[in-house]
């Protein structure tokens, strides 16, 4: 806090003339102290006295100067990938200061109409920026050419350097004098972080700091990006190779299946029920929809369980076969437990009854089906056996065809997505195929080995694929993190010396994690800490969220399991207050300037009147940051809530454009074809920056 009762630092630097007066008089006493009638022997201490009093005031000055020239000027903050600081007791966020209530009252002072002409650029830098505009096209071999280029640099010498056109209000982070680099203790990252951001705001270029953070620090990563932005993927596979880790390195991507490794969504789970809830949690559940949704997850699970028992490993391309026909299923399954289940001679007393099966003695569901699958469903019920698995494909087998149709309409056409085209060898591999070498990937595997793994949804092509694809990742995560906290990494495995007992920092980076998340979702953040979870999402709004999950309750559910808030400028007046809700009011203080006049109708006093001018100071409560000032916060810019509700200001790092030379020459045509592809104008950092050097 300030020892003033009130600063004023929008306001002329009058301490220049003390300052100027102070150093006249010292070299006035140094050089002649005759003329000021000073002995020599006294004249030395009084100068170095002036001259210290000048350098007080100087210094005073300097920092109102610094103060109102921050107020018209936005720098780029930018750094090299490998100048990040990486620690293994704090995470980096970037550069700012801790918010108090001093902040706040200069925020408030910079709001006043008398200050304008110090937080806003004057004459001279409009006539400067249409001089540029007017003549930008000149050569530079001429003289206005020249003027223009200089003009346009951002450079201490320039007395009018331009704005970075990153909008927002300069005064949110030129209150903060000093600042420093801003870092939160590794510690409450378990506690999970939530980033909200409007679009082209930094958030994915937040999300490469901390990612290359994580990446050196030797953690398991997963990145999941639904839109496919070309810059986190190349910071992910370049930090991976700069680390030395390039052989943890797996990348998935919809978009680019010739490239992409494999992964079977429902291959993986502690229970056989989570097929069934992978295949239909993308399914509406709203209205009659959630009906359709339950036979679409029971038929599922019939299907899954059916081809597990089997000892086969689920995939989408046997869902989809066996409930588009569910015969040969059945006939497999009959077969494998009809042999364990049944007496012998049961084959041949299938044999039998289904040679006397006449079709016009069938009910009408049942006429034109396989006689063969009749005389088993016939012998079962027969013989009294029973078993929950074969009950349920006869169910399915026994529904009207039209009728059964009707039930699976909205779940065929989501599965067909998933199934066509190259993505079908991504989503249901072939393990047997040694001719493909396209690795296939299991979180638990990529947990083991401290892999890092980058997901690209290609959600811009297809957003019901890409929504899937997530939905059932999560789902997958979910069980391998319960699987962790109940038996550990090494479960099923021999020990080995030496070996830790404690889980693995498995980071998990969400960006638009909104366009990811379920019913799942609520679990990885609610209790998966205890398994080495550290959930990082990024997303734009709280209704995202809600607009997801279909309640503000979830909504409420979701957003209450994180501990730590980043926000940038946001544009929804109900997510800007999730962070100002959280602040305590301060108290504000205000200037009224007080003028009167007193007629005084006395004669015998002498006394006509009596004028009375004086300055009121007052206090009120106010907000600490109000939702406007959230809206109005510069690209890169953030409030952070930190370590139990400490505000920061921070600005966030931006990369450094240039080409890195750890990103390998296919990842880098890929990443150029998603920028082809993606028109995202992610960079917008890089124009601004172009725009400030060449106007």
């Known amino acids: 806090m300030s020892r003033q009762p009130l600063e004023a630092l929008l306001r002329p630097p009058i301490e220049l003339w003390s300052a100027a007066a102070a150093s006249c008089a010292a070299l006035i006493c140094l050089g002649t102290p005759q003329t000021l009638m000073l002995p020599v022997p006294l004249a030395y201490p009084v100068s170095a006295g002036l001259a210290l009093l000048a350098i007080v005031r100087g210094r005073q000055a300097f920092k109102v100067l610094r103060y109102q020239r921050n107020m018209k000027r936005l720098p780029l903050y930018q750094v090299r990938p490998d100048s990040i600081p990486v620690s293994k007791q704090r995470l980096f966020l970037g550069k700012g200061f801790r918010w108090y209530q001093e902040h706040s009252q200069r925020l408030y002072d910079a709001r006043q109409p008398r200050v304008r002409r110090y937080v806003e650029p004057g004459k001279l830098y409009h006539w400067a920026r249409l001089l540029e505009h007017k003549y930008s096209q000149y050569s530079q071999a001429r003289l206005v050419g020249r003027l223009v280029r200089l003009l346009s640099q951002d450079a201490w010498w320039n007395p009018v350097p331009p704005i970075a056109p990153l909008g927002g209000k300069i005064a949110l982070h030129a209150v903060g004098m000093v600042e420093s680099n801003v870092s939160m203790p590794l510690y409450e990252r378990v506690g999970h972080t939530l980033v909200l951001g409007t679009t082209r705001v930094g958030k994915t270029r937040l999300a490469e700091i901390l990612i290359t953070q994580d990446i050196h620090r030797g953690d398991v990563v997963i990145v999941f990006d639904p839109k496919g932005d070309p810059a986190l993927m190349k910071r992910v596979v370049a930090e991976a190779h700069r680390s030395g880790r390039q052989n943890a390195l797996t990348l998935f991507h919809l978009g680019f299946p010739e490239l992409s490794a494999r992964y079977n969504p429902v291959g993986n789970f502690s229970r056989i029920t989570e097929i069934a809830t992978r295949i239909a949690n993308p399914l509406p559940s709203q209205g009659n929809s959630a009906a359709f949704r339950e036979f679409a997850w029971r038929f599922s699970n019939i299907v899954g369980s059916a081809v597990y028992a ?386």
């Open 310 to 695: 089997l000892g086969q490993r689920p995939d989408y391309r046997q869902v989809v076969r066996y409930i588009n026909n569910i015969d040969p299923l059945l006939v497999a399954y009959y077969r494998h437990w009809l042999a364990e289940a049944a007496p012998k001679g049961w084959d041949q007393a299938i044999l039998e009854q289904a040679a006397g099966i006449q079709d016009k003695d069938l009910p009408f569901e049942l006429k034109g089906r396989s006689h063969e699958v009749i005389a088993m469903i016939r012998y079962a019920k027969e013989n009294g056996l029973y078993d929950g698995i074969a009950d349920g494909l006869r169910s399915i087998f026994e529904y009207d065809k039209k009728y059964y149709d009707k039930l699976v309409a909205s779940l065929l056409p989501l599965m067909e997505k998933l199934i066509s085209g190259k993505i079908a060898d991504l989503l249901a591999p072939n393990y047997a195929d040694t001719a493909d070498s396209r690795p296939i990937f299991d979180w638990m595997q990529v947990i083991r080995r401290g892999g890092i793994v980058y997901v690209g949804l290609d959600a811009q092509t297809d957003t019901a694929v890409s929504s899937a694809v997530g939905n059932a990742m999560f789902a997958d995560l979910v069980s391998v993190a319960g699987h962790i906290y109940k038996h550990g990494v090494a479960s099923g495995l021999p020990p080995l010396e030496g070996q830790a007992t404690t889980p693995p920092v498995i980071n998990l980076h969400c960006d638009e994690f909104n366009e990811l998340i379920g019913d799942e979702f609520i679990p990885l953040v609610n209790k998966a800490g205890g398994a080495g979870f550290q959930v990082t999402a990024y997303t734009q709004t709280l209704s995202d969220i809600e607009a997801r999950v279909g309640t503000s309750a979830k909504s409420g559910q979701i957003v209450g399991n994180f501990n730590t808030l980043v926000m940038l400028r946001v544009k929804e007046p109900l997510t800007a207050e999730l962070l100002t809700n959280q602040l305590d009011p301060v108290d504000i203080m205000t200037l009224t300037a007080v003028s009167g006049v007193v007629d005084s109708s006395d004669l015998t006093t002498g006394v006509d009147y009596i004028s009375r001018n004086e300055d009121s100071l007052g206090l009120r409560e106010a907000p600490m940051l109000t939702t406007a000032d959230i809206m109005a916060l510069p690209k890169g810019q953030a409030f952070a809530l930190l370590e139990g509700g400490q505000l920061w200001k921070i600005r966030i790092p931006l990369p450094d454009p240039s080409h890195d030379p750890h990103l390998p020459e296919d990842i880098s045509q890929v990443a150029e074809a998603m920028a082809r592809k993606y028109s995202t104008a992610d960079n917008w950092w890089q124009l601004a920056d172009a725009k400030v050097r060449y106007g």
